[in-house]
């Protein structure tokens, strides 16, 4: 695995560009600045955190290409290809959806790299000689522990069976071999029981965006429905919503409270996401800030990937009413836009699924009128779009790169895991009533028992969580990528295998673990 390789071994090379030498200071260093002599202080784990936390976030802003993020959505049943396919074009046409995916490669290093990043900060922490309280060590291991279990996680959920690492890697390693499911589920189970025990409640954390004993027990939730432990996963669910720490968004608030609105639209405006903004639904933001070092991300390209192109159309302009600068890289799929929602639904309102447009460019001769768009321009540039993702900032007009705040867990989805945990319990009756929590917010018909099935909870999800959901996650967790793809998204459904429920494991991977075994996922040749 080159990646791992190369990560272990730049701390080395850190460390001699860093450690102060007699000949050029002329006195004694007493300290190298390398991973197994940081991580043993309250300093060093902090700025190790700071580094995970980056790590992390690089799942949804490490960008080779804009594309990238679209294929956890492109290929299911939310949504379709835009403006061109890059790393997602294996995900449209799954013929094309082999073990040298780019987008499989990148996303299986990264969750390697945040789970050795995490290693380091275990190891170091777990050291008897490090200089920490007992209250400080277990911080900072439940810390490294969640975000450890959140990238084997998506692993698990994704590929499969994968090599379990639980110990930073130092010298090069090729005979990694795939550990069966129980001995992962144990350790994702085990890191986020830890987590949630020791990491303190969200009003409690030491700094905005640091990880609470809410953000693991959901994560704890997901886990657990994806191992069949439905009231397990109740359970969790339930900690969070009986915590009284967070309600469901049912007024307007926020920056734009007397502008033109809904209380669901609201959560998602610029300065609306955290929950000192007033996010009263927010579990896991991650914070993103303009213009300040370590605090933004300009590869960011949610923006690009989910608001139209319509600025490439005459007499429209770029600006923040229309979401700022789109490329339209994926379309909402017919289903969302044509059979999703029912009567007057606050999520499909005109503030949250942007449907019209209108000539604002006031040199147009149509300046004001209704834009009617020429065919080739339904693929990309005038189609309808959520507006979770708009962003725009006066210093950015041309949209290189988005600083929005990325909201990683909130309310709505804790009630959706719950109605899932109920359903599979067969307690429908308690299904309906979670579900309606969400219904009732958005003005939409109750449900009752017999309305309750795994598809039901699944299309719901989409009404409430439409372009903040990994889908592709979603539906391999539940099993049901490929059905779902096949019955409501009638352009990718036609080359979907069963074995693409899973990814494949890359190529690259196998070739370089040359001491062992790394057994491709069934149905990939290559």
């Not at 439905?230 to 009284?244: G, M, R, T, Y």
């Not at 009638?490 to 991977?509: A, G, M």
Request: charged share 20%; with cysteine.
């Amino acid at each position: 695995m080159r990646k791992l390789t190369f990560l272990v071994l730049i701390f080395p090379v850190l460390a001699s560009f860093l450690s102060c030498k007699k000949s050029f200071l002329d006195e004694k260093s007493d300290s190298a600045y390398s991973p197994l002599t940081t991580f043993k202080n309250v300093a060093g784990l902090e700025s190790g955190i700071a580094g995970l936390q980056a790590s992390v976030r690089e799942q949804y802003t490490m960008q080779v290409t804009q594309s990238l993020l679209a294929v956890f959505q492109v290929g299911t049943d939310v949504a379709l290809n835009g403006l061109d396919a890059g790393e997602a074009e294996p995900f449209q046409n799954y013929a094309l959806l082999n073990s040298e995916s780019p987008a499989a490669l990148n996303y299986w290093s990264w969750s390697y790299k945040v789970i050795n990043n995490a290693n380091q900060i275990i190891k170091g922490a777990s050291d008897n000689t490090s200089v920490l309280t007992t209250a400080q060590r277990n911080l900072y291991l439940a810390e490294a522990r969640f975000y450890r279990a959140y990238a084997y996680n998506f692993l698990v959920t994704l590929w499969g069976s994968v090599p379990l690492i639980d110990q930073p890697l130092d010298v090069p390693k090729t005979d990694f071999v795939r550990a069966n499911l129980e001995s992962l589920n144990t350790l994702i189970n085990d890191d986020l029981i830890f987590a949630s025990t020791n990491l303190p409640a969200i009003d409690a954390v030491s700094k905005p965006g640091r990880i609470s004993k809410e953000a693991a027990q959901q994560l704890l939730a997901e886990a657990y429905l994806r191992q069949g432990k439905n009231d397990l996963a109740e359970v969790q669910c339930l900690n969070v919503i009986n915590s009284k720490k967070f309600s469901i968004v049912n007024t307007r608030y926020g920056v734009k409270k007397a502008l033109a609105g809904d209380p669901f639209s609201d959560m998602f405006v610029d300065g609306n996401l955290r929950r000192r903004q007033g996010n009263t639904e927010a579990i896991w933001v991650q914070e993103m800030e303009y213009n300040l070092p370590g605090g933004s991300s300009s590869l960011d390209q949610h923006r690009r990937v989910w608001v139209p192109y319509y600025s490439n159309v005459a007499g429209l302009l770029v600006c923040d009413s229309l979401g700022g600068r789109g490329i339209g890289r994926i379309r909402l799929s017919p289903w969302v836009i044509n059979g999703l929602y029912k009567g007057n639904d606050m999520r499909n309102s005109k503030y949250n699924i942007h449907r019209d447009y209108y000539y604002n460019d006031p040199k147009n001769a149509k300046f004001g009128q209704k834009v009617v768009p020429l065919a080739a321009d339904t693929l990309y540039k005038i189609v309808p779009s959520t507006t979770k993702w708009n962003h725009y900032l006066d210093a950015d007009p041309t949209g290189n790169g988005s600083y929005k705040d990325l909201i990683m867990m909130r309310l709505g989805e804790t009630y959706l895991l719950l109605a899932e945990a109920q359903f599979k319990q067969t307690k429908l009756a308690e299904a309906a009533i979670s579900i309606n929590v969400l219904r009732t917010r958005a003005n939409a018909a109750q449900v009752t028992a017999s309305d309750i099935t795994l598809d039901f909870i699944l299309d719901e999800r989409v009404r409430e969580l439409i372009g903040e959901e990994n889908r592709r996650m979603t539906l391999a967790r539940t099993g049901t990528l490929v059905d779902r793809l096949k019955k409501l998204n009638f352009k990718d459904n036609s080359t979907v295998q069963p074995y693409n429920q899973l990814l494949p494991i890359p190529q690259s991977e196998i070739d370089l673990n040359k001491d062992a075994k790394l057994a491709q996922n069934p149905g990939y040749i290559r």
